[in-house]
């Protein structure tokens, strides 16, 4: 089955670690997104990546950082410098097409809690 | 600038009474649409999405929305709901941005079905 894989499920963190969310799609897609939602706020960007080794800031990326070693993994890395890292974070691949034919996908979501 | 609102925070239905989910997007060009759906806890799965042509939309689950470009609306209708509906409902406007395919979304819309 083609999809999008995101691990762990629920992530605990204490005040002043990182950690790192995965996230893998089969789906041979080029482009990788991630975000975060927050309640009542919808989805916000964090950081995207539109090619391997190769990712850009979002709208929100301060206190984040992210790779694109593989085509088919992109993990995110919540540092100590984020001030409010609870939340729930959605990754998405998409093909790279033009417009809306690059309709996004999105995997089942990592819930990080800072203890 | 581009922005997608979702008038309604919370709506309540019968189960097996008609829904109407209201979506407007600001967008200087023609927008690509899209509604997803989210159940607790869970990632976001594509329900429909308008490119262009027919501007009545046909998705899974028995829903459809309807482009109209004059009202600036892409509103979600479902004829009969079903308990099983019940979750948080996002309209999202694509467009290109910086070379990339940038989802902007609504605040979200939660369904609840009474029995």
């Known amino acids: 089955d083609g999809g999008i894989t995101q691990s762990p499920k629920y992530l605990f963190r204490k005040e002043g670690q990182n950690v790192t969310l995965s996230c893998e799609q089969n789906?041979?897609?080029?482009?990788m997104y991630w975000y975060r939602q927050d309640p009542g706020q919808g989805l916000r960007l964090i950081y995207y990546s539109q090619i391997v080794n190769d990712f850009q800031k979002g709208d929100i990326a301060e206190g984040y950082s992210v790779s694109r070693e593989k085509k088919e993994s992109f993990p995110l890395t919540v540092t100590s410098a984020q001030k409010n890292p609870t939340a729930f974070y959605l990754c998405?691949?998409?093909?790279?097409?033009?417009?809306?034919?690059?309709?996004?996908?999105f995997g089942p979501g990592t819930r990080l809690t800072v203890l | 600038a581009q922005s997608v609102t979702q008038p309604d925070i919370h709506i309540t239905v019968s189960e097996g009474a008609s829904l109407e989910l209201r979506c407007n997007y600001s967008y200087g060009a023609t927008p690509y649409l899209f509604w997803y759906v989210q159940s607790p806890g869970q990632g976001l799965q594509l329900l429909l999405k308008?490119?262009?042509?027919?501007?009545l939309v046909q998705g899974i689950k028995g829903f459809e929305a309807e482009f109209k470009r004059s009202q600036s609306s892409f509103n979600l209708r479902k004829p009969s709901v079903h308990w099983s509906d019940a979750a948080e409902y996002f309209c999202a406007v694509g467009a290109l941005s910086g070379g990339y395919n940038k989802l902007i979304f609504g605040a979200g819309t939660r369904l609840a079905v009474h029995p």
């Open positions: 998405a691949s998409s093909s790279r097409r033009r417009g809306g034919e690059g309709t996004q996908y």
């Open positions: 308008y490119f262009s042509g027919d501007t």
């Open positions: 789906l041979n897609h080029d482009a």
